[in-house]
């Protein structure tokens, strides 16, 4: 964990109600993909967790949804805003067992976080797949971040205004992957945590946390070790894990 | 040069600095990010006897300034945290740390107390009888005289450690709170532990918490706490530990000038990890601006004229 302020460079809309913040600022906390940042957003008592979406040459990505008090004022912000950020939170995705054919599975703003993944798997040699799913075309988001890494990505739309109509969990029924990443809703982790065909699979939740560095007990779930932090011992957690 | 240490119940601490319970872990996720020895002490997550899961989720809303919890003493029961915590302690702590003891009877809180008596690790003994999220204990006891008397009396006679009695904030009145404790032999007291709040979520229509109240705490309960150790200063002779929103030395120094004699910092670590360590920093600059040498010598110095 390291605590830096970063100064907002670029604040853009990518979707209805979706903001993509970069932040200039020591980024060396964050050490893997899938770890989160935890904003101090003036105007607010606590910090908000948001999943890292890149940390490279000192620019911190942030993609957030405007859900509420915090996310209406910290996507509101202008450049030259300076924040108190907390980086490097949680354990992120391990990469050691991906294979050669790893399914990345994102959901709504469950997708931005997977491109550093997915450009770490590419560097380490593998070959994967990327499943998104929206409520719709409007909605969609990253696709061509995506593409500039040479990835087509497999679209779902709820509505079917873009690609395949349904649930990128459809994505699992093609098979041959080596193992799946994920990051979305909780209902689109645990139909993947019974569904995926395959003995490696990382799920990053979402929770409502109080501190996002282990000491406030906020944010704990059931697993079958017993009580765990979404925060620190997570987010990430493996297949067979989490008790849903 | 300043001085800033100060004495709690016979044992003396560097600074009067000691994070609150419930939010500061058992001290190694802060342990991780700067040396704790420049803390007084620092007091354990309440501990039951047996583990405890906790509440449902939500277990964590927002206030104007200040956070709501009903986590509701999750812990890992007071056996592991012998076993584990306290050897992982003495691995980056020197000093005694403060062990908070929660029951839903009389008898688990003798239980859970005799056993972190015979920890040389644990200085004090800190009695939750003011939990409010958790029902047929905790608070149950904290919210009357007699509760609160039974509590003391039963832990005071079982253990040789200081006996300190948090109390809670939501009551009546925390004098006679107070003055029963110290007739059964506390040796000290902790106020305030949090304020039973609510928040409500307009597109539900329904509470934020997974279990509707929780207890507010951070810099909105700060201005309650200096008034209740205030209080509880005028009607007993023991030591106090003023706890409540408090998040810079000023804040210290005005709690000790209100009757306390060590001070906890809770909400605070929460959104700054490194606040407790930024207060004990900032304490000998701020002592000077006021003309203070020794920090001891303003402990109740409000009640003075």
């Known amino acids: 964990m390291k605590q830096g302020i970063f100064t907002v460079i670029k604040n853009e809309q990518l979707a209805p109600g979706v903001h993509r913040l970069r932040l200039e600022g020591d980024t060396s906390g964050v050490t893997s993909p899938g770890q989160f940042a935890d904003v101090l957003i003036p105007g607010c008592f606590l910090r908000r967790p948001f999943s890292v979406c890149g940390a490279e040459g000192g620019v911190l990505t942030l993609c957030v949804r405007n859900t509420g008090r915090g996310t209406a004022l910290l996507t509101a912000s202008s450049p030259g805003a300076r924040l108190d950020i907390l980086t490097g939170l949680g354990n992120g995705f391990d990469l050691s067992a991906a294979g050669e054919r790893p399914l990345l599975m994102g959901g709504g703003t469950g997708s931005p976080p997977l491109y550093p993944l997915c450009a770490s798997l590419l560097r380490l040699g593998a070959r994967p797949g990327v499943a998104l799913g929206y409520p719709s075309a409007e909605a969609a988001l990253y696709l061509d971040e995506f593409r500039s890494l040479g990835i087509e990505p497999e679209v779902y739309t709820l509505d079917g205004s873009l690609g395949m109509t349904g649930l990128p969990t459809q994505a699992l029924r093609a098979g041959g992957y080596t193992s799946v990443y994920a990051c979305g809703p909780l209902p689109m982790l645990a139909a993947i945590d019974r569904e995926a065909d395959c003995p490696v699979v990382q799920l990053s939740l979402e929770a409502r946390m109080g501190c996002g560095f282990g000491a406030c007990m906020g944010c704990t779930i059931e697993t079958k070790d017993g009580p765990r932090r979404v925060c620190k011992d997570g987010p990430v957690f493996g297949k067979g894990e989490v008790i849903w | ?288 601006k006021f003309g203070i040498e020794n920090l001891v010598d303003i402990i109740g110095g409000a009640h003075n004229g």
Not at chain 2, 56 to 62: L, W
Not at chain 2, 213 to 233: D, K
């Open chain 2, 1 to 288: 040069m300043v001085n800033t240490s100060v004495k709690l119940c016979g044992e003396e601490l560097k600074n009067p600095i000691i994070p609150a319970s419930g939010t500061f872990g058992y001290g190694r996720e802060f342990a991780g990010i700067y040396d704790l020895n420049c803390l007084g002490s620092f007091t354990l997550k309440g501990t039951t006897e047996r583990p405890r899961f906790g509440n449902p989720r939500p277990r964590i809303a927002e206030g104007p300034s200040g956070i709501l919890n009903s986590v509701g003493l999750q812990n890992p029961g007071v056996d592991t945290v012998i076993e584990r915590e306290l050897p992982a302690i003495a691995g980056f702590f020197s000093g005694k740390v403060v062990a908070n003891i929660c029951g839903f009877s009389l008898g688990e809180y003798v239980r859970v107390a005799e056993k972190f008596d015979s920890c040389p690790q644990v200085g004090w003994l800190e009695v939750n009888i003011s939990c409010p999220n958790v029902h047929g204990g905790g608070m149950g006891f904290g919210t009357t005289a007699r509760g609160a008397a039974e509590v003391t009396r039963a832990v005071r006679r079982a253990v040789k450690k200081p006996v300190i009695v948090k109390l809670t904030p939501n009551v009546t009145d925390i004098c006679e709170i107070a003055r029963a404790c110290e007739a059964e032999g506390a040796d000290g007291l902790s106020l305030i532990n949090t304020v039973l709040a609510m928040r409500i979520d307009p597109a539900t229509r329904r509470p934020v918490l997974g279990s509707m109240t929780g207890g507010l705490s951070g810099p909105a309960v700060f201005p309650l706490a200096v008034r209740m150790v205030w209080q509880v200063y005028e009607t007993v002779g023991i030591p106090i530990i003023g706890m409540g929103g408090v998040r810079s030395a000023a804040d210290v120094i005005e709690l000790m000038l209100a009757g306390a004699t060590a001070v906890g910092v809770g909400a605070a670590n929460l959104v700054d990890p490194f606040a407790s360590r930024d207060i004990v920093s900032a304490l000998p600059e701020e002592m000077d």
